[in-house]
């Protein structure tokens, strides 16, 4: 996918730099040359503009990105700004960070529909992984639907390791099963190229689910 990234600090350097390490186009946007350059060599591609320019801003490739997202959350003006631009240039998805409910209010009556706050999503996302032990990263899809990576707890170190029957006891998806850093299973591959046979679960085991969060709780408790 194509990716617009205004806004190059943390948050947007973050998502950058972790969209292009995904094989993904990602151009990252910043008024800063310093910050530009010292970004150059980790994000596929970068340019030095004033995205509050109309006229600069119609350099950014509008209708070839498939999402633009306006990283800025700690300049109110300078968000809302670029976002209301981009909605008046016909960009067809944006998604702006927002630092308040205010932000977030005026963001809504632009028209932007899509908006994150990240202190807000990191701060969830660690509560909800303190309270859910082996849990190693926890990825939401929505409210209640989730992806975790997460340590096989021991009172499955042993057993045969069968994805079907899993869901039918779980209700919960095994997306790979990882050992050593290698994906063992996939659920995105053929089961005639894995190799899976009689594999069993071993301590260090790794599964990456997908489920209800209700569904996550019930399995990790046994």
Known sequence: ????????????ASL??????????VLGVDISSEKVE???DVIANTVCLDATDPHTLKLLPLKEADVFVVCIGDDFGVSVKISALLKKLGVKKIISRESSSIHLTVLNSLGVQHTINPEYESAR???????L???????SITETLKIVDLAVP?????EKFSPVSFKEHTHLKIVALKRDNKILYSSSQPREDQEIGDLLYLPDDIL????????????IRG
């Open 1 to 12: 996918m194509n990716f617009v990234a205004i806004g190059l600090g943390n948050f947007g």
């Open 16 to 25: 950058a730099k972790t969209l292009t390490t995904m094989g993904h186009d």
């Open 38 to 40: 010292f970004f150059k």
């Open 125 to 131: 996302v660690l509560a909800q992984t303190l309270t």
């Open 133 to 139: 032990p082996g849990i190693l990263h926890l990825f």
């Open 154 to 158: 021991g009172f499955m170190v042993g």
């Open 208 to 219: 990456v689910l997908i489920g209800e969060l209700r569904d996550i709780r019930k399995f």
